[in-house]
């Protein structure tokens, strides 16, 4: 197989390149490396079966020209973090949206068939506190990002039914391990060492979501892929259970060995605009598939905070 990766570069998407690369697929990396690093890709550089693609996908003709050749698209190039959008409220509509049309256009074009794609549970909005299904609605987005995600999910279907295109769409939950450049156990492991003994935390603590060790996230995304032949395939992936904020940070505590530390926070059921503070998904339908995730969320958060110690220390 022959497999495009946008945003190859980046967090979970150097995960599943190297996954790809071990199993004997070739890969080229599309990235502008405006969130991802080279360094998550260095070890492959050398490889015949990779190839790196330092490019825009704002940039059409770049990417009609870039996907040549290739079977499927793996399409996770995206802003990483949903609250830079409050700040700057193009940058979703540019980066996912319109970023999504040229890659959709790309494929059309080149009559490429097959799309998988990195959408989010904060499609979903504030909702009742109970596991949601892939088909619960209305879908009401609190935040640009998911807006923007929710607008992805709109023209990969579209352009699916129109152009005999067929798509994986995968709402992630919280993914947390290796390589991660933001989010939560980031941001507790960072504050705690600039200062041991006094950790701010957003909000009151209580927010309530399910994280995903990002192993796990490659493994149920390819499961997903081979294993659903519709023509819309849409996948919550997650695990059943979820962690609030503050086990986060008495976890992140405990293994960073600090003793006391006290815990300050800023008030408030959300951590920020646009924050959905309790989050349930319901995997019921990719766990029929045949995967489910070896972690549990407590697990998954204290191996990611486990990894990210050990890389930060190496």
Avoid at 1 to 21: N, Q, Y
Avoid at 127 to 141: D, S
Avoid at 284 to 305: C, P, Q
């Amino acid at each position: 197989m022959k497999a495009l990766v946008t945003g190859g570069a980046g967090f979970i998407g150097s995960h599943l390149v190297d996954r790809l690369i071990s199993e004997g697929n070739l890969v080229t990396v599309f990235d502008n490396l405006s969130s991802g690093r080279k360094d998550f890709i260095l070890h492959h550089l050398d490889n015949e079966r990779f190839k790196m693609i330092e490019a825009d996908l704002l940039d059409l003709d770049k990417a009609k020209e870039s996907i040549i050749g290739h079977d499927v698209i793996f399409h996770l190039a995206a802003n990483p973090d949903a609250r830079l959008g409050v700040e700057n409220t193009d940058l979703d509509l540019k980066q996912e949206v319109i970023a999504t049309y040229n890659l959709l256009e790309a494929m059309r074009v080149n009559k490429i068939r097959r799309i998988v794609f990195t959408s989010s549970g904060t499609i979903y909005g504030e909702t009742p506190r109970i596991p949601l299904p892939e088909n619960h609605g209305p879908l009401l987005p609190i935040s640009l990002y998911g807006a923007a995600k929710l607008a992805c999910e709109a023209l990969i279907s579209a352009f699916c039914h129109l152009f005999d295109m067929r798509a994986w769409i995968f709402r992630l939950a919280n993914i947390a391990g290796r390589r991660v450049t933001h989010g939560v156990i980031y941001d507790f492991i960072n504050k705690l060492r600039r200062n041991p003994s006094v950790l701010e935390i957003l909000g009151d603590g209580s927010q309530r979501k399910p994280y995903l060790h990002v192993d796990d996230c490659i493994d149920g995304m390819l499961h997903g892929f081979r294993n659903s032949l519709s023509k819309v395939n849409i996948f919550n992936l997650g695990c059943s259970t979820t962690t609030d904020v503050t086990t986060i940070a008495k976890l992140v505590s405990k293994e960073m060995r600090l003793n006391n530390v006290r815990f300050k926070y800023t008030g408030g059921d959300k951590g920020w605009l646009g924050d959905i503070p309790q989050v349930k998904l319901d995997v019921r339908k990719i766990n029929k598939l045949g995967w489910k995730a070896r972690y549990t969320s407590d697990e998954a958060v204290k191996k990611a905070i486990r990894d990210i110690l050990k890389e930060n220390t190496r």
